[in-house]
């Protein structure tokens, strides 16, 4: 439990690159030089001398002096850089505003940066004035700074270690930072422990004297068990991010303080099965499959983000059976899908691509023959759902007669006719556009013989899944004449990568529009994804609401006040509720609320409970007959 020790420690915090975010005296430099014909490179030697001397391989007042005499700034510019530096405080230390304040008589800033912007800066977050040890400018008459404070200990080499030794702190010392000073007061014995804090920076030569390293604040508190806004520091819960998914996410995750890593393309199964051992949120597209190997290597594995519609690159009933929670986008590229298609068809249509060929190669064929107008012909659709309707509907717009097939019973919208089997569609439509699931059932649902039930000159294509469609039966198909034109998006096998080749039967075969799968890929649907999928995987991590799933019994909690939150995920077999409502009896625990929903795999109890219960109270429920898996939140 987050309780405070009965001796709280005392608290050494360094403040920049720990406390902010930047470097006070490097941007004061840059406020200060504002318009100067040098600025970048006066900014770079003092932002080299502060380098140097944060890794210890220049003396650290020599280094000090230097900055100083580079730096041309006023007390105007100390004005601007405290209202800056306001904005910059670390995410982790404004989380915690509330520790900071209760516990400010056991925290203390040491510092070698000046105490004309720490101190503003810090008791904004509650900590004492008085507590701050810092160096202090001299300034002339009209306010310029022309040196500083010699007689301070902190200017001098050594000077933290010097200051330490004089504020005699009794009991636990604790120091924070990320600089090889901090380290050093750990060296000299005046504190017990030296944690490297990376939060901002990471410098190897002080994690590698570090004896612990904390990623946040939060982690800080977390390893002392202490009081904390994150019941577990997500500093230390990793997200992959896979396939060049939109920043917009990498952002949504990293402004809450998670371990983000970010990777431009897919992963293979190898390297997956490596890659997710210790990861807790996974974020992936269309080409990274998500296997059961893959799962049965990752042992922390929560969620999984599909930044695009189809799911069916990952094995959902193996995951949930792991209580591992699915979330897609099931509409943000929808709209994104149906422009293209009612674009290709066009220009099939039109023949324009040959057209378009011609030309480049010289050739001017003004004619007519093979051109039609889509007006009035039948477009014919194998799967009616969100893209299937909406193309529906901008199809009849276009003046075309829209029929479909749907294994489902679904309503037609507008004047569209649905058809009771594939082979009638097929024969009906003079433009056919694949709009299915990517199940596996659906491999070869189109191959030779439905190629040979299309009428002659028809208009093919695909922007659903690759396996959908048998890529040599179409390839023959448009060699005979019987295929038209066909527009292919999706592919059996596609490059993992822009990098490497892409080879395929349709290559270079006349009026055929190959696109790199791209139907989902404009910035608006790539931006919508990127905000909607990790809103969701944020609200399952956070709050336990698993709404939107596509694998996982679907709630939506309430915002989670005053209680401690259990999360209980279990096989779905008779009695497990019983049982978790004899420990709760049995411990005389206060349920707040308590909510259950199940699928066919599993079962997910969520239960707010007053605060004030023990350890095996917790145990017992983890140990429950069942239990996949449990975790708690507050
Ligand atoms: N090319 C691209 O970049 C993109 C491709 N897609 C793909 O487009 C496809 C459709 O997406 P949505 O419309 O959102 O899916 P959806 O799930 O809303 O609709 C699919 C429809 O197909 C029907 N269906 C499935 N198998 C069928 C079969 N054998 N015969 C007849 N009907 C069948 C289902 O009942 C359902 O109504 C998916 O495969 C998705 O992965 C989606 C977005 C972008
Ligand atoms: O949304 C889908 O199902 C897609 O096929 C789009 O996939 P992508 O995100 O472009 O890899």
New binding site residues.
């Given amino acids: 439990m987050p309780t405070l020790t009965l001796n709280p420690p005392h608290i050494i915090i360094d403040f920049d690159s720990t406390f902010t975010k930047v470097e006070g005296l490097d941007e004061l430099a840059a406020i200060a030089l504002t318009g100067h014909p040098q600025r970048e490179k006066i900014v770079q030697e003092i932002a080299d001398l502060t380098n140097m001397g944060m890794n210890g391989e220049m003396s650290f007042s020599e280094g000090l002096h230097k900055r100083i005499d580079l730096l041309k700034a006023n007390r105007a510019n100390i004005e601007e850089l405290v209202s800056f530096l306001k904005t910059k405080v670390s995410d982790s230390f404004q989380r915690n505003k509330q520790f900071l304040t209760e516990n400010a008589d056991h925290i203390f800033i040491v510092s070698s940066g000046f105490k004309e912007f720490i101190i503003p800066v810090v008791t904004e977050l509650g900590l004492r004035a008085d507590h701050v040890y810092a160096n202090e400018f001299r300034f002339d008459e009209e306010g310029n700074i022309i040196g500083i404070d010699e007689e301070n200990v902190l200017s001098t080499d050594g000077g933290k270690i010097k200051l330490l030794s004089s504020l005699k702190l009794e009991g636990e010392v604790y120091a924070i930072g990320d600089g090889y000073t901090d380290y050093q007061i750990k060296e000299a014995g005046f504190a017990n422990r030296f944690y490297a804090f990376t939060e901002n920076v990471e410098r190897p030569k002080v994690v590698a004297v570090a004896d612990h390293i904390a990623t946040s604040f939060d982690d800080f508190l977390y390893d002392n068990k202490l009081s904390r806004s994150q019941s577990y520091p997500k500093s230390r819960i990793k997200v992959l991010l896979l396939e060049n998914v939109h920043p917009v996410a990498l952002r949504a995750f990293e402004e809450q303080g998670f371990n983000v890593e970010f990777v431009k393309g897919a992963l293979d199964e190898d390297e997956l099965c490596e890659r997710i051992k210790d990861v807790s949120i996974i974020g992936i597209r269309s080409k990274t499959n998500i296997t059961k190997r893959v799962l049965e290597n990752a042992n922390r594995l929560m969620a999984i983000g599909a930044f ?3 799911t ?1 690159q990952i094995d959902l009933e193996a995951a949930a059976e792991k209580g591992i929670a699915v979330f897609n986008a ?1 509409y943000s ?2 709209r994104s ?1 149906v422009e293209l298609a009612v674009g290709e068809m066009i220009l099939l249509i039109r023949n324009i691509v040959t057209k378009s060929n011609q030309m480049h190669a010289g050739i001017w064929d003004k004619s007519a023959n093979g051109s039609f107008e889509v007006r009035g012909k039948k477009l014919g659709m ?7 309707t909406q193309l529906s509907v901008v199809a009849e717009a276009l003046g075309m007669e829209v029929y479909f ?4 019973e ?1 309503l037609s919208l507008g004047n569209a006719r649905k058809v009771n089997s ?1 082979e009638e569609l097929l024969s009906v439509a003079d433009v056919i556009s694949m ?5 596996k ?2 491999a070869n ?1 189109i191959g030779k013989r439905e190629f040979s039930l299309m009428k002659d000159g028809v208009i093919f294509m695909n ?3 690759g396996h959908v469609v048998d890529i040599e039966a179409l390839a023959e198909a448009v060699k005979s004449g019987k295929v038209a034109g066909a527009s292919v ?2 592919f059996p096998k596609e490059p993992k990568t822009n990098d490497e080749s892409f080879e395929s039967a349709l290559r270079g075969l006349p009026n055929v529009i190959l696109t790199p ?5 404009t910035e608006e649907a790539q931006e919508n994804i990127g905000h909607f999928v990790p809103s969701k995987l944020l609200e399952f991590m956070n709050n336990g609401s698993s709404y939107g799933s596509v694998n996982f019994p679907e709630v939506q909690l309430p915002k989670l006040k005053d209680s401690h939150r259990l999360l209980h995920i279990h096989a779905n077999v008779p009695g497990v509720l019983a049982k978790l409502n004899n420990i709760f009896a049995k411990n005389n625990i206060n349920i707040t609320g308590q909510y259950l929903k199940t699928n066919e795999k599993i079962g997910y109890v969520i239960v707010d409970i007053a605060k004030g219960y023990t350890e095996e109270f917790i145990q017992e429920v983890k140990e429950v007959e069942g239990t996949i898996r449990f975790r708690m939140l507050y």
């Fill in positions: 695009c519609i189809g069916n099931p590229n929808t899908v194998v799967g009616y759902g969100s893209i299937g097939y749907d294994e489902v679904k594939l709009h299915v699931d990517g199940r059932e659906n649902l922007l659903s899944r998006d999706v799968h791209i139907g989902g890929s």
